[in-house]
């Protein structure tokens, strides 16, 4: 009986080795930047790209399993972000095969933001909360939010 307790205990262990391994390799796959340039949020499916433009305006591109745009349907997104004692309510509005919020983010270079996102009118909202950093990147040629390397 022992000899099959102790190939059972090796047999768990090393399953379970493997296991965290594959768990491990998967942590650090490269990120991949958003078609714009932006920030990939896999929360939704299907995700989608949080992208700042120059004017600093949210804008968000749903994307297919190419990573490329896709067209809306019937999704929403709001959001709220800057300071708790000031928060700033951002409406996004359809422009071309992305939304873009109507009022620009708050002057800093961190800035809290919490997006909820509806991919239907019944579907439950998803929650996304983070910090949008606009300091550059040392290693890549993007902004923090949207950083792909591996720091």
Do not use: W
Not at 13 to 29: I, T, V, Y
């Amino acid at each position: 009986m022992k000899p099959t307790i102790i190939a059972t205990a090796l047999f768990l262990f090393l399953g379970q080795s493997a296991m965290s391994e594959e768990a491990h390799d998967h942590a650090h796959d490269k990120k991949e930047a958003g078609p714009n340039g932006g920030r990939i949020v896999t929360a939704t499916e299907p995700h989608f790209e949080l992208f700042v433009t120059p004017e600093r305006k949210l804008q968000i591109t749903f994307l297919g399993d190419d990573g490329k745009a896709i067209a809306l349907s019937t999704q929403s997104v709001s959001a709220i972000g800057g300071e708790r004692s000031a928060p700033i309510k951002f409406v996004f509005t359809k422009a071309g095969v992305s939304l873009v919020s109507d009022v620009a983010l708050p002057k800093g270079m961190l800035v809290p933001l919490i997006l909820t996102v509806k991919l239907s009118d019944t579907a439950k909202p998803v929650l996304e909360k983070f910090n949008v950093n606009m300091a550059n990147c040392s290693e890549c040629d993007l902004l923090e939010y949207a950083c792909i390397c591996a720091h």
